[in-house]
């Protein structure tokens, strides 16, 4: 008998992967979910669910009891995020289900949405991310990718993850792979000091540490005009209500007001919509929506598939992913010659306008604010988001090392730069 898996469409190459595993269906997001499956418009999809061994999905399936409950086959649960905020934990233990997250699939995607914002802010407001003082909030995949590529903007850079910080305690080697090479921790109270705060925790309600508010009215009452606040971690972190209100005294007292990027959202995809006026760039929840990063996501579930089946892996990610062979029009690349140092201001926009020529973040922002003004079209934008490459999918050519280290370090692919 073929392995019954039941898998969200929204996974790109899925056909490419699960077909050498086993027997697939597919469904959209926002199909399953016990209420929906009890409508007589679920009812094939219902029928086919105590089949189900493998259930493969994204962030926007609730991964709870009452869904278990319809699939009292299900071996293995695994989702293509980073996130696993959506699996009810406890209820997969109690079912003896095994279950994975593709952690890390999307670090570098997300890492590129924080560089694009914080370059576009950089230009706007006409400060250089060199003198400035970078918080980082969740020191994992995504945090320690955001701390290296800022690092290499020349950026100081702190980390608050208190876990991590345990666990470097209690071992040995203070090494933390993927991480800089020696990460200043520092207490959430210097966090609400730092010129630029870059939320990358996960949600949780850990018992000393829990991320869930761990931006409140207090915390926020603390930040003031002249400061970041990123979120891409998970909305919840960041009281929603407390920030709506937070901005509404502002206006009232005609008090500058905290510079905010939202890209992820209390109660999503019902989003408090009044604070979108407020804030500096808003997205909906797609830093991590590059083609690489979803694919990835897709490719590890297969991995995971594989091992646990004892399949031999057939197909290779480099095999699906389109070749990588843009280049940067003559005049960038001709100024990209002449700024060698990147030193100032104009180096800054240069390499703003090099980024957004693969990622135009404020084309996100535009396209979200025109949509959330009409209707709330949340989870549709999402499911519409176009195809959206990383910084490795442009070849540059540079020839200064100092600049192509800075380059590489926010993930550009660097040919030609005298250093090879
Ligand atoms: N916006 C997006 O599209 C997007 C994409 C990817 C991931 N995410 C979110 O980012 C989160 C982090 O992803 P990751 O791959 O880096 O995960 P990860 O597990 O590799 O890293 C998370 C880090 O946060 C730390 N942490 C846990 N609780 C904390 C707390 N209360 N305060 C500070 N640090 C804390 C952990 O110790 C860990 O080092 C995911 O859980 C997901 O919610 C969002
Ligand atoms: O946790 C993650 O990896 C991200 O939040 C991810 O980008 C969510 O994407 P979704 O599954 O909702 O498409």
């Not at 009890?38 to 061994?53: F, G, M």
């Amino acid at each position: 008998m073929p392995i019954q898996i039941l898998a969200d469409s929204a996974m790109p190459y899925w056909q490419e992967f699960f077909l050498e595993v086993g027997e697939v269906k597919t469904f959209k997001a926002g199909e399953l979910s016990a209420e929906i499956l009890a409508l007589p418009s679920s009812a094939q999809l219902r029928a086919y669910l105590p089949c189900v061994e493998c259930l493969l999905v994204r962030s926007t399936t609730q991964v709870n009891q009452a869904l278990l409950a319809l699939m009292p086959n299900l071996q293995f649960v695994a989702t293509a995020t980073a996130g696993y905020d959506h699996f009810d934990i406890e209820a997969l233990h109690a079912g003896d289900i095994a279950w994975y997250a593709a952690g890390g699939c999307n670090a570098q995607a997300v890492a590129q949405y924080v560089v694009c914002a914080a370059l576009q802010l950089a230009v706007d407001d006409r400060f250089l991310l060199k003198d400035k003082r970078v918080a980082i909030v969740g020191h994992g995949n995504v945090g320690s990718r955001v701390a290296n590529a800022l690092h290499a903007l020349g950026a100081q850079v702190i980390i608050y993850d208190p876990p991590q910080l345990t666990k470097a305690q209690n071992t040995t080697d203070l090494r933390i792979s993927g991480s800089l090479n020696s990460p200043c921790y520092v207490s959430f109270s210097e966090v609400l000091k730092a010129d630029v705060i870059c939320i990358h925790a996960p949600l949780n309600s850990h018992p000393e540490h829990p991320s869930r508010h761990l931006f409140d009215a207090d915390a926020l009452s603390q930040l003031t005009g002249s400061q970041y606040l990123i979120n891409a971690g998970r909305g919840e972190i960041i009281d929603n209500q407390a920030l709506l209100s937070y901005f509404e005294n502002a206006v009232k007292s005609e008090k500058v007001k905290l510079n905010v990027v939202l890209d992820v959202w209390e109660n999503e995809p019902t989003i408090t919509t009044d604070l979108v006026g407020h804030l500096r760039i808003a997205s909906a929840h797609i830093a991590g929506h590059t083609l690489e990063g979803k694919a990835n996501g897709t490719f590890m579930l297969y991995q995971q598939l594989c091992h646990r089946y004892n399949i031999a892996q057939k197909v290779k990610l480099s095999a699906m992913l389109p070749p990588d062979n843009t280049s940067l029009p003559k005049h960038l690349q001709n100024e990209l010659h002449l700024n060698e140092m990147f030193d100032g201001e104009s180096a800054q926009r240069l390499l703003k306008n090099i980024c957004h020529l693969v990622y135009d973040i404020q084309n996100d922002d535009r396209v979200f604010r025109a949509h959330m003004a009409q209707f709330n079209t949340f989870a549709k934008l999402r499911q519409e988001y176009p195809i959206r490459r990383e910084f490795s999918a442009l070849r540059l050519n540079v020839k200064n090392t100092k600049t192509s280290q800075m380059l590489r370090g926010i993930g550009f692919v660097i040919s030609n730069d005298g250093t090879t």
